[in-house]
Protein backbone atom coordinates (compact mmCIF):
# COMPACT_ATOMS: atom_id res chain seq x y z
CA UNK A 1 0.00 0.00 0.00
CA UNK A 2 2.50 2.62 0.78
CA UNK A 3 4.56 1.76 -2.24
CA UNK A 4 1.18 2.31 -4.23
CA UNK A 5 1.39 5.82 -2.12
CA UNK A 6 5.31 6.45 -3.20
CA UNK A 7 4.14 5.95 -6.84
CA UNK A 8 2.59 9.00 -6.59
CA UNK A 9 5.70 10.90 -6.07
CA UNK A 10 7.00 9.31 -9.64
CA UNK A 11 4.36 10.67 -11.97
CA UNK A 12 4.71 14.42 -12.09
CA UNK A 13 3.34 15.62 -15.29
CA UNK A 14 6.19 16.33 -17.59
CA UNK A 15 8.94 15.10 -15.81
CA UNK A 16 9.53 11.80 -17.19
CA UNK A 17 9.23 13.22 -20.66
CA UNK A 18 12.45 15.59 -19.51
CA UNK A 19 14.12 12.80 -18.15
CA UNK A 20 14.18 11.27 -21.47
CA UNK A 21 15.19 14.00 -23.09
CA UNK A 22 18.46 13.80 -20.79
CA UNK A 23 18.97 10.27 -21.40
CA UNK A 24 19.19 11.18 -24.75
CA UNK A 25 21.25 14.46 -24.41
CA UNK A 26 23.95 11.95 -22.68
CA UNK A 27 23.74 9.33 -25.39
CA UNK A 28 23.84 11.51 -28.45
CA UNK A 29 27.14 12.07 -29.15
CA UNK A 30 28.03 8.22 -28.73
CA UNK A 31 25.65 7.06 -30.48
CA UNK A 32 26.24 9.54 -33.83
CA UNK A 33 29.98 8.07 -33.81
CA UNK A 34 29.24 4.33 -32.95
CA UNK A 35 27.05 4.40 -36.49
CA UNK A 36 29.29 7.05 -38.34
CA UNK A 37 31.90 4.49 -37.74
CA UNK A 38 30.55 1.40 -39.95
CA UNK A 39 30.13 4.68 -42.77
CA UNK A 40 31.42 3.52 -45.81
CA UNK A 41 32.03 7.12 -47.41
CA UNK A 42 35.22 9.61 -45.81
CA UNK A 43 32.91 11.92 -44.09
CA UNK A 44 31.71 11.36 -40.37
CA UNK A 45 28.10 13.07 -41.14
CA UNK A 46 27.33 11.89 -44.47
CA UNK A 47 25.96 8.38 -44.77
CA UNK A 48 27.00 6.63 -47.81
CA UNK A 49 25.85 2.72 -47.11
CA UNK A 50 27.74 0.04 -44.69
CA UNK A 51 30.71 -0.88 -44.42
CA UNK A 52 33.96 -2.13 -42.04
CA UNK A 53 36.54 -0.52 -43.79
CA UNK A 54 37.41 1.88 -41.34
CA UNK A 55 37.85 -1.12 -38.75
CA UNK A 56 40.07 -2.72 -41.38
CA UNK A 57 42.34 0.77 -41.67
CA UNK A 58 42.36 0.25 -37.39
CA UNK A 59 43.40 -2.82 -37.55
CA UNK A 60 45.77 -2.44 -40.46
CA UNK A 61 47.27 0.41 -38.61
CA UNK A 62 50.82 -0.38 -36.72
CA UNK A 63 51.03 3.16 -35.21
CA UNK A 64 47.03 2.84 -33.65
CA UNK A 65 48.66 -0.54 -32.05
CA UNK A 66 51.80 0.25 -31.04
CA UNK A 67 49.63 3.48 -29.00
CA UNK A 68 47.22 1.01 -27.68
CA UNK A 69 49.67 -1.13 -26.46
CA UNK A 70 51.54 1.52 -24.66
CA UNK A 71 48.23 2.15 -23.00
CA UNK A 72 47.40 -0.77 -22.32
CA UNK A 73 50.80 -1.66 -20.38
CA UNK A 74 50.95 1.42 -19.06
CA UNK A 75 47.51 1.07 -17.03
CA UNK A 76 48.10 -2.25 -16.08
CA UNK A 77 51.27 -1.43 -14.38
CA UNK A 78 49.89 1.90 -13.52
CA UNK A 79 46.70 0.32 -11.85
CA UNK A 80 48.37 -2.43 -10.32
CA UNK A 81 51.20 -0.60 -8.34
CA UNK A 82 48.29 2.13 -7.14
CA UNK A 83 45.87 -0.50 -6.15
CA UNK A 84 48.90 -2.05 -3.46
CA UNK A 85 49.52 1.26 -2.33
CA UNK A 86 46.15 2.35 -2.16
CA UNK A 87 45.59 -1.31 -0.16
CA UNK A 88 48.40 -0.23 2.50
CA UNK A 89 46.82 3.14 2.64
CA UNK A 90 43.15 2.23 3.34
CA UNK A 91 43.82 -0.45 5.81
CA UNK A 92 45.63 1.56 7.74
CA UNK A 93 43.63 5.01 7.42
CA UNK A 94 40.41 2.84 8.53
CA UNK A 95 42.56 1.16 11.73
CA UNK A 96 43.92 4.30 12.37
CA UNK A 97 40.68 6.25 12.51
CA UNK A 98 41.55 7.89 15.79
CA UNK A 99 45.61 8.02 14.92
CA UNK A 100 44.84 11.13 11.79
CA UNK A 101 43.18 8.50 9.46
CA UNK A 102 41.00 11.48 9.10
CA UNK A 103 44.45 14.13 8.06
CA UNK A 104 46.05 10.51 5.84
CA UNK A 105 42.25 10.81 4.26
CA UNK A 106 42.26 14.04 2.97
CA UNK A 107 45.45 14.05 1.92
CA UNK A 108 45.26 10.93 -0.46
CA UNK A 109 41.60 12.71 -2.02
CA UNK A 110 42.52 16.08 -2.43
CA UNK A 111 44.41 15.23 -5.55
CA UNK A 112 40.82 14.31 -7.50
CA UNK A 113 40.30 17.78 -6.91
CA UNK A 114 43.03 19.63 -8.48
CA UNK A 115 42.57 20.79 -12.13
CA UNK A 116 44.93 18.19 -14.57
CA UNK A 117 46.45 21.28 -16.57
CA UNK A 118 48.36 22.19 -13.01
CA UNK A 119 49.21 19.02 -11.62
CA UNK A 120 50.30 17.98 -15.53
CA UNK A 121 52.79 21.38 -15.63
CA UNK A 122 53.93 20.88 -11.99
CA UNK A 123 55.03 17.06 -13.01
CA UNK A 124 56.63 18.38 -15.74
CA UNK A 125 58.09 20.75 -13.95
CA UNK A 126 59.63 18.18 -11.49
CA UNK A 127 60.72 15.54 -14.26
CA UNK A 128 62.83 18.77 -15.50
CA UNK A 129 64.17 19.42 -12.09
CA UNK A 130 65.19 16.04 -11.38
CA UNK A 131 66.74 15.99 -14.82
CA UNK A 132 64.40 12.60 -15.54
CA UNK A 133 64.17 12.67 -19.12
CA UNK A 134 60.94 12.18 -20.58
CA UNK A 135 59.30 9.04 -22.49
CA UNK A 136 57.65 6.04 -21.03
CA UNK A 137 59.07 6.24 -17.98
CA UNK A 138 58.22 9.52 -16.69
CA UNK A 139 54.35 8.64 -18.32
CA UNK A 140 54.62 5.20 -15.78
CA UNK A 141 55.38 7.36 -12.90
CA UNK A 142 52.65 10.07 -13.55
CA UNK A 143 49.93 7.69 -14.01
CA UNK A 144 50.82 5.89 -10.66
CA UNK A 145 50.77 8.73 -8.90
CA UNK A 146 47.44 10.11 -9.86
CA UNK A 147 45.52 6.81 -9.82
CA UNK A 148 46.07 6.06 -5.70
CA UNK A 149 43.69 7.95 -4.96
CA UNK A 150 41.22 6.93 -7.69
CA UNK A 151 42.29 3.16 -6.46
CA UNK A 152 41.67 3.82 -2.72
CA UNK A 153 38.15 4.82 -2.59
CA UNK A 154 36.50 1.92 -3.49
CA UNK A 155 39.08 -0.21 -1.42
CA UNK A 156 38.44 2.08 1.17
CA UNK A 157 34.52 1.72 0.84
CA UNK A 158 34.58 -1.84 0.92
CA UNK A 159 36.82 -2.03 3.98
CA UNK A 160 34.78 -0.10 5.57
CA UNK A 161 31.75 -2.28 4.77
CA UNK A 162 33.26 -5.63 5.83
CA UNK A 163 32.60 -7.52 8.62
CA UNK A 164 35.22 -6.46 11.37
CA UNK A 165 34.44 -9.21 13.34
CA UNK A 166 35.97 -11.62 11.18
CA UNK A 167 39.73 -10.91 11.36
CA UNK A 168 39.41 -10.87 14.83
CA UNK A 169 37.61 -14.04 15.27
CA UNK A 170 40.55 -15.37 13.03
CA UNK A 171 42.92 -14.59 15.51
CA UNK A 172 41.16 -15.61 18.36
CA UNK A 173 41.14 -18.50 16.45
CA UNK A 174 45.45 -18.34 16.74
CA UNK A 175 45.84 -17.38 12.95
CA UNK A 176 49.20 -15.34 13.10
CA UNK A 177 48.48 -12.00 11.23
CA UNK A 178 50.36 -12.73 8.04
CA UNK A 179 47.79 -15.62 7.99
CA UNK A 180 44.67 -13.80 9.17
CA UNK A 181 45.38 -11.13 6.64
CA UNK A 182 46.33 -13.29 3.76
CA UNK A 183 43.32 -15.64 4.11
CA UNK A 184 40.65 -14.02 5.52
CA UNK A 185 41.05 -10.13 4.86
CA UNK A 186 42.48 -10.00 1.20
CA UNK A 187 39.77 -12.77 0.25
CA UNK A 188 37.25 -10.54 1.65
CA UNK A 189 38.73 -7.10 -0.29
CA UNK A 190 38.63 -8.90 -3.67
CA UNK A 191 35.38 -6.65 -4.87
CA UNK A 192 37.14 -3.38 -3.41
CA UNK A 193 40.23 -4.55 -4.86
CA UNK A 194 38.84 -5.20 -8.24
CA UNK A 195 36.86 -2.11 -8.74
CA UNK A 196 39.71 -0.08 -7.20
CA UNK A 197 41.89 -1.70 -10.07
CA UNK A 198 39.53 -1.33 -12.65
CA UNK A 199 38.88 2.49 -11.92
CA UNK A 200 42.72 2.92 -11.61
CA UNK A 201 43.31 1.38 -15.12
CA UNK A 202 40.20 3.15 -16.86
CA UNK A 203 41.65 6.70 -15.76
CA UNK A 204 45.17 5.82 -16.60
CA UNK A 205 43.89 4.94 -19.83
CA UNK A 206 41.85 7.74 -20.66
CA UNK A 207 44.20 10.42 -19.04
CA UNK A 208 45.27 12.95 -21.78
CA UNK A 209 46.46 16.27 -20.24
CA UNK A 210 48.91 15.01 -17.57
CA UNK A 211 50.18 12.26 -20.33
CA UNK A 212 50.46 15.15 -23.78
CA UNK A 213 52.55 16.77 -21.16
CA UNK A 214 55.45 14.44 -19.88
CA UNK A 215 55.17 12.14 -23.05
CA UNK A 216 58.09 13.82 -24.63
CA UNK A 217 59.04 13.07 -27.80
CA UNK A 218 58.36 9.44 -29.14
CA UNK A 219 56.71 8.02 -26.47
CA UNK A 220 52.85 8.35 -27.45
CA UNK A 221 49.19 6.41 -26.27
CA UNK A 222 45.89 6.26 -27.66
CA UNK A 223 44.55 9.10 -26.67
CA UNK A 224 47.71 11.12 -27.55
CA UNK A 225 47.77 9.74 -31.05
CA UNK A 226 43.79 10.05 -31.49
CA UNK A 227 44.22 14.15 -30.96
CA UNK A 228 46.68 13.77 -33.43
CA UNK A 229 44.05 11.93 -35.69
CA UNK A 230 41.42 14.52 -34.68
CA UNK A 231 44.06 17.32 -35.54
CA UNK A 232 44.64 15.88 -39.00
CA UNK A 233 41.20 15.66 -39.99
CA UNK A 234 38.42 14.39 -39.42
CA UNK A 235 37.49 10.74 -40.81
CA UNK A 236 35.38 7.92 -39.70
CA UNK A 237 38.93 6.11 -38.65
CA UNK A 238 38.58 7.78 -35.47
CA UNK A 239 35.11 6.54 -34.92
CA UNK A 240 35.72 3.01 -35.25
CA UNK A 241 38.78 3.77 -32.58
CA UNK A 242 36.20 5.45 -30.45
CA UNK A 243 33.86 2.37 -30.73
CA UNK A 244 35.84 -0.33 -30.27
CA UNK A 245 36.99 2.10 -26.78
CA UNK A 246 33.63 2.48 -26.53
CA UNK A 247 33.03 -1.49 -26.24
CA UNK A 248 36.11 -2.24 -24.24
CA UNK A 249 34.48 0.11 -21.33
CA UNK A 250 31.01 -1.61 -21.57
CA UNK A 251 32.72 -4.55 -20.78
CA UNK A 252 34.71 -3.34 -17.90
CA UNK A 253 31.83 -1.50 -16.56
CA UNK A 254 29.67 -5.09 -16.85
CA UNK A 255 32.53 -6.98 -15.35
CA UNK A 256 32.58 -4.44 -12.18
CA UNK A 257 28.85 -4.33 -11.81
CA UNK A 258 28.48 -8.04 -11.69
CA UNK A 259 31.42 -7.95 -9.27
CA UNK A 260 29.40 -5.20 -7.17
CA UNK A 261 26.16 -7.25 -7.90
CA UNK A 262 28.63 -10.93 -6.30
CA UNK A 263 29.94 -8.61 -3.59
CA UNK A 264 26.75 -7.68 -2.51
CA UNK A 265 25.22 -10.69 -2.25
CA UNK A 266 27.80 -11.79 0.44
CA UNK B 1 33.17 -5.14 30.64
CA UNK B 2 35.91 -5.75 28.22
CA UNK B 3 35.57 -3.12 25.24
CA UNK B 4 36.56 -5.22 22.17
CA UNK B 5 37.81 -2.18 19.69
CA UNK B 6 37.49 -3.72 16.44
CA UNK B 7 41.16 -4.17 15.53
CA UNK B 8 41.73 -5.02 11.63
CA UNK B 9 44.45 -7.73 11.63
CA UNK B 10 47.17 -6.99 9.37
CA UNK B 11 50.55 -8.46 9.29
CA UNK B 12 52.76 -5.65 10.28
CA UNK B 13 51.76 -5.30 13.88
CA UNK B 14 51.14 -2.15 15.80
CA UNK B 15 54.17 0.08 15.18
CA UNK B 16 53.88 -1.17 11.47
CA UNK B 17 50.05 0.21 11.06
CA UNK B 18 51.12 3.74 12.20
CA UNK B 19 54.20 3.80 9.98
CA UNK B 20 51.77 2.43 7.12
CA UNK B 21 49.20 5.26 7.83
CA UNK B 22 51.63 7.91 7.27
CA UNK B 23 54.08 5.99 4.52
CA UNK B 24 51.45 6.68 1.53
CA UNK B 25 50.13 10.22 2.44
CA UNK B 26 53.90 11.54 3.40
CA UNK B 27 54.43 10.46 -0.52
CA UNK B 28 51.93 11.19 -1.90
CA UNK B 29 52.11 14.79 -0.36
CA UNK B 30 55.69 14.90 -1.47
CA UNK B 31 54.72 14.12 -4.85
CA UNK B 32 52.34 16.94 -5.14
CA UNK B 33 53.60 19.11 -2.90
CA UNK B 34 57.85 19.48 -4.58
CA UNK B 35 56.08 19.58 -8.01
CA UNK B 36 53.89 22.99 -6.86
CA UNK B 37 56.19 24.26 -5.30
CA UNK B 38 58.40 24.03 -8.13
CA UNK B 39 56.11 25.82 -9.87
CA UNK B 40 55.20 28.54 -7.57
CA UNK B 41 59.09 29.02 -7.27
CA UNK B 42 58.93 29.31 -11.23
CA UNK B 43 56.07 31.63 -11.06
CA UNK B 44 58.20 34.47 -9.30
CA UNK B 45 61.69 33.74 -11.19
CA UNK B 46 61.03 33.30 -14.62
CA UNK B 47 62.01 35.62 -16.48
CA UNK B 48 63.45 37.19 -13.78
CA UNK B 49 63.02 37.29 -10.09
CA UNK B 50 59.86 39.48 -9.27
CA UNK B 51 56.33 39.24 -9.17
CA UNK B 52 55.90 40.67 -13.02
CA UNK B 53 53.85 37.49 -13.80
CA UNK B 54 51.43 38.07 -11.73
CA UNK B 55 51.01 42.07 -12.57
CA UNK B 56 51.00 41.29 -15.69
CA UNK B 57 48.02 38.45 -15.55
CA UNK B 58 46.11 40.76 -12.81
CA UNK B 59 46.47 44.11 -15.02
CA UNK B 60 46.52 42.42 -19.05
CA UNK B 61 43.07 42.83 -20.53
CA UNK B 62 44.34 39.59 -22.64
CA UNK B 63 43.64 37.48 -19.01
CA UNK B 64 40.96 39.43 -17.94
CA UNK B 65 39.16 38.57 -20.71
CA UNK B 66 40.04 35.36 -20.61
CA UNK B 67 39.08 34.78 -16.51
CA UNK B 68 35.51 36.20 -17.07
CA UNK B 69 35.02 34.08 -20.14
CA UNK B 70 35.97 30.87 -18.01
CA UNK B 71 33.64 32.06 -15.27
CA UNK B 72 30.65 32.65 -17.38
CA UNK B 73 31.00 29.30 -19.45
CA UNK B 74 31.24 27.51 -15.75
CA UNK B 75 28.76 29.18 -13.99
CA UNK B 76 26.42 28.41 -17.26
CA UNK B 77 27.68 24.86 -17.41
CA UNK B 78 27.35 24.15 -13.66
CA UNK B 79 23.55 26.04 -13.98
CA UNK B 80 22.42 23.50 -16.62
CA UNK B 81 24.77 20.56 -15.27
CA UNK B 82 22.97 20.69 -12.28
CA UNK B 83 18.87 19.95 -12.83
CA UNK B 84 19.58 17.57 -15.51
CA UNK B 85 21.64 15.84 -12.60
CA UNK B 86 18.62 16.40 -10.22
CA UNK B 87 16.45 14.88 -12.84
CA UNK B 88 18.42 11.96 -13.68
CA UNK B 89 19.25 11.46 -9.74
CA UNK B 90 15.23 11.56 -8.76
CA UNK B 91 14.32 9.00 -11.41
CA UNK B 92 17.45 6.60 -10.29
CA UNK B 93 16.64 6.98 -6.78
CA UNK B 94 12.50 6.78 -6.79
CA UNK B 95 11.82 5.39 -10.02
CA UNK B 96 10.58 1.79 -10.82
CA UNK B 97 13.12 -1.22 -10.73
CA UNK B 98 13.34 -0.80 -14.48
CA UNK B 99 13.33 2.76 -14.61
CA UNK B 100 16.17 2.91 -12.25
CA UNK B 101 17.91 0.17 -14.06
CA UNK B 102 18.08 2.61 -17.47
CA UNK B 103 19.22 5.35 -16.13
CA UNK B 104 21.71 3.98 -14.27
CA UNK B 105 23.24 2.52 -17.24
CA UNK B 106 22.85 5.81 -18.79
CA UNK B 107 25.11 6.92 -16.06
CA UNK B 108 28.31 4.76 -15.67
CA UNK B 109 28.72 4.10 -19.55
CA UNK B 110 29.10 7.42 -20.03
CA UNK B 111 31.32 7.93 -17.18
CA UNK B 112 33.73 5.25 -18.33
CA UNK B 113 34.64 7.06 -21.86
CA UNK B 114 37.26 8.68 -22.97
CA UNK B 115 36.51 12.81 -22.66
CA UNK B 116 38.50 12.92 -25.94
CA UNK B 117 36.03 10.88 -27.17
CA UNK B 118 32.53 12.20 -26.11
CA UNK B 119 34.18 15.93 -27.26
CA UNK B 120 34.47 14.44 -30.58
CA UNK B 121 30.52 12.95 -31.01
CA UNK B 122 30.10 16.98 -29.99
CA UNK B 123 32.23 18.32 -32.55
CA UNK B 124 30.27 15.55 -35.14
CA UNK B 125 26.85 16.51 -34.07
CA UNK B 126 27.66 20.73 -33.37
CA UNK B 127 30.11 21.64 -36.35
CA UNK B 128 28.88 23.55 -39.88
CA UNK B 129 26.79 21.52 -41.81
CA UNK B 130 26.78 18.64 -39.09
CA UNK B 131 24.22 16.95 -37.61
CA UNK B 132 22.58 19.54 -35.74
CA UNK B 133 22.45 21.58 -38.34
CA UNK B 134 21.51 19.43 -40.83
CA UNK B 135 17.99 18.61 -38.13
CA UNK B 136 16.98 22.33 -37.53
CA UNK B 137 17.33 23.02 -41.48
CA UNK B 138 14.75 20.03 -41.68
CA UNK B 139 12.38 22.11 -39.60
CA UNK B 140 12.70 25.10 -41.44
CA UNK B 141 15.69 26.50 -39.09
CA UNK B 142 18.56 27.96 -41.42
CA UNK B 143 21.73 29.32 -40.82
CA UNK B 144 21.65 28.55 -37.17
CA UNK B 145 24.81 29.34 -35.31
CA UNK B 146 26.83 26.46 -34.43
CA UNK B 147 30.49 25.11 -34.47
CA UNK B 148 33.10 26.26 -32.81
CA UNK B 149 31.90 28.55 -30.27
CA UNK B 150 31.11 29.03 -26.49
CA UNK B 151 27.96 27.09 -26.57
CA UNK B 152 29.10 24.04 -28.00
CA UNK B 153 31.77 24.23 -25.62
CA UNK B 154 29.44 24.72 -22.54
CA UNK B 155 27.49 21.62 -24.39
CA UNK B 156 30.44 19.46 -24.05
CA UNK B 157 31.38 20.36 -20.98
CA UNK B 158 27.64 19.69 -19.91
CA UNK B 159 27.65 16.43 -21.08
CA UNK B 160 30.55 15.70 -19.46
CA UNK B 161 29.66 16.63 -15.95
CA UNK B 162 26.32 15.65 -15.28
CA UNK B 163 27.07 11.90 -14.62
CA UNK B 164 29.25 13.11 -11.65
CA UNK B 165 26.80 15.43 -10.20
CA UNK B 166 24.61 12.55 -10.43
CA UNK B 167 26.16 10.81 -7.65
CA UNK B 168 26.56 13.29 -4.61
CA UNK B 169 22.64 14.04 -5.29
CA UNK B 170 21.91 10.86 -5.64
CA UNK B 171 23.07 9.44 -2.37
CA UNK B 172 22.10 12.23 -0.43
CA UNK B 173 18.57 11.08 -1.89
CA UNK B 174 18.79 7.41 -1.23
CA UNK B 175 19.39 8.69 2.41
CA UNK B 176 15.42 10.53 2.78
CA UNK B 177 13.20 8.69 4.71
CA UNK B 178 10.16 7.48 2.30
CA UNK B 179 8.17 7.44 5.49
CA UNK B 180 8.63 11.19 5.83
CA UNK B 181 7.13 11.55 2.00
CA UNK B 182 4.43 9.45 3.27
CA UNK B 183 3.50 11.53 6.50
CA UNK B 184 3.79 14.25 4.59
CA UNK B 185 1.58 12.83 1.88
CA UNK B 186 -1.06 11.32 4.04
CA UNK B 187 -1.88 14.69 6.10
CA UNK B 188 -2.90 15.83 2.42
CA UNK B 189 -0.13 17.50 1.18
CA UNK B 190 -0.31 16.74 -2.45
CA UNK B 191 2.63 15.41 -4.64
CA UNK B 192 4.31 18.00 -6.33
CA UNK B 193 3.67 19.70 -2.70
CA UNK B 194 5.39 16.98 -0.90
CA UNK B 195 8.51 17.10 -3.15
CA UNK B 196 8.74 21.14 -3.25
CA UNK B 197 8.22 21.33 0.30
CA UNK B 198 9.91 18.46 1.56
CA UNK B 199 11.62 16.10 -1.09
CA UNK B 200 13.59 19.15 -2.49
CA UNK B 201 14.75 20.70 0.78
CA UNK B 202 16.02 17.58 2.28
CA UNK B 203 18.01 16.83 -0.91
CA UNK B 204 19.75 20.20 -0.70
CA UNK B 205 22.86 18.99 0.94
CA UNK B 206 23.51 16.73 -1.97
CA UNK B 207 23.04 19.60 -4.73
CA UNK B 208 25.06 22.08 -3.14
CA UNK B 209 28.24 19.50 -3.01
CA UNK B 210 27.21 18.68 -6.41
CA UNK B 211 27.40 22.86 -7.07
CA UNK B 212 30.75 22.46 -5.45
CA UNK B 213 32.14 19.83 -7.58
CA UNK B 214 30.90 20.69 -10.75
CA UNK B 215 32.14 23.85 -10.90
CA UNK B 216 35.45 23.26 -9.30
CA UNK B 217 35.03 20.36 -12.44
CA UNK B 218 34.53 23.07 -14.76
CA UNK B 219 37.42 25.63 -14.15
CA UNK B 220 39.73 22.57 -15.03
CA UNK B 221 38.58 21.85 -18.24
CA UNK B 222 40.79 21.84 -20.81
CA UNK B 223 40.10 19.01 -23.31
CA UNK B 224 36.55 19.84 -24.26
CA UNK B 225 37.43 23.71 -24.92
CA UNK B 226 39.99 22.64 -26.85
CA UNK B 227 38.33 20.76 -29.42
CA UNK B 228 34.81 22.37 -29.09
CA UNK B 229 35.87 26.39 -29.09
CA UNK B 230 38.69 25.09 -31.68
CA UNK B 231 41.18 28.01 -30.63
CA UNK B 232 38.25 30.79 -30.18
CA UNK B 233 37.03 29.76 -26.54
CA UNK B 234 40.22 29.72 -24.77
CA UNK B 235 39.36 28.88 -20.84
CA UNK B 236 42.23 29.62 -17.72
CA UNK B 237 43.39 25.47 -18.09
CA UNK B 238 43.93 26.00 -22.26
CA UNK B 239 45.78 29.27 -21.73
CA UNK B 240 48.01 27.37 -19.01
CA UNK B 241 49.22 25.06 -21.65
CA UNK B 242 49.18 28.14 -24.37
CA UNK B 243 51.55 29.97 -22.33
CA UNK B 244 53.68 27.13 -21.52
CA UNK B 245 53.77 25.48 -24.97
CA UNK B 246 53.05 27.65 -27.46
CA UNK B 247 54.53 30.94 -26.19
CA UNK B 248 57.60 29.12 -24.10
CA UNK B 249 55.95 31.94 -21.77
CA UNK B 250 57.23 29.36 -18.64
CA UNK B 251 57.06 32.42 -15.97
CA UNK B 252 53.47 33.29 -17.21
CA UNK B 253 51.75 29.47 -17.81
CA UNK B 254 52.94 28.60 -13.72
CA UNK B 255 51.77 31.95 -12.38
CA UNK B 256 48.72 30.75 -14.00
CA UNK B 257 48.00 27.47 -13.12
CA UNK B 258 48.99 28.98 -9.42
CA UNK B 259 46.01 31.28 -9.90
CA UNK B 260 43.69 28.17 -10.90
CA UNK B 261 44.64 26.11 -7.91
CA UNK B 262 44.44 28.91 -5.61
CA UNK B 263 41.03 29.56 -6.68
CA UNK B 264 40.02 26.01 -6.71
CA UNK B 265 41.16 25.68 -2.88
CA UNK B 266 39.25 28.61 -1.98
CA UNK B 267 36.28 27.08 -3.43
CA UNK B 268 37.18 24.19 -1.69
CA UNK B 269 37.63 25.64 1.49
CA UNK B 270 34.62 27.22 1.39
CA UNK B 271 32.20 24.23 0.27
CA UNK B 272 34.32 22.23 3.17
CA UNK B 273 31.40 21.71 5.24
CA UNK B 274 28.81 20.85 3.00
CA UNK B 275 30.95 18.74 0.78
CA UNK B 276 32.33 15.40 0.82
CA UNK B 277 34.53 14.26 -1.94
CA UNK B 278 33.75 10.31 -0.69
CA UNK B 279 30.14 11.21 -2.42
CA UNK B 280 32.06 10.61 -5.46
CA UNK B 281 32.37 7.45 -5.43
CA UNK B 282 29.41 5.77 -3.49
CA UNK B 283 26.52 4.53 -5.59
Not at chain 1, 82 to 97: P, S, W, Y
Not at chain 1, 101 to 122: D, K, R, S
Not at chain 2, 22 to 48: D, H, K, M, N, Q
Not at chain 2, 49 to 56: H, I, L, S
Request: charged letters at 10%; one cysteine or more; proline letters at 5%.
Amino acid sequence: MSTARLRDLRVFPGFGLLSVGCVVFLYAPIVVLAIYSFNDGRSVTRWAGFSLRWYQTVFANQNIQTAAMNSVVIAVIAASVATVFALGAAIATVNGKKGGGEGAYVVLTFPLMVPEIVTAVASLVFFVAVGISLGFATILIAHIVFCIPFAYLPIKARLESMDATLPSAAADLYASPAKGFLRITLPLLVPGLVSGWLLAFIISLDDFIITALVAGPGATTLPLHIYGMLRLGMTPEVNAISTLMLAASTVLVLISGLLGQAGRKH
Amino acid sequence: MIERRFQLRWPLGASGSLLMLWALPVILLLAYVLPFAGVTLWSVTRPEPGFENYVRIVTGADFQAIFVRTAWVCLLSTAITIPIAYLLAYYWVMGSARRSRLIEICIFIPFWISVLVRAFGWVVILRNNGLASDVAAAFGLNGLSTGRNVWSVITGMVHFMVPFAILPMASVMRKIDSRVLLAALGLGCRPLGVFWRVYLPMSLPGVFSALAMTFIFSLGFFVTPMILGGGRVVLTAESVFVQMFQTANWGLGAALGVVLLVVVFAILWLSQRVMRIEQLMSR
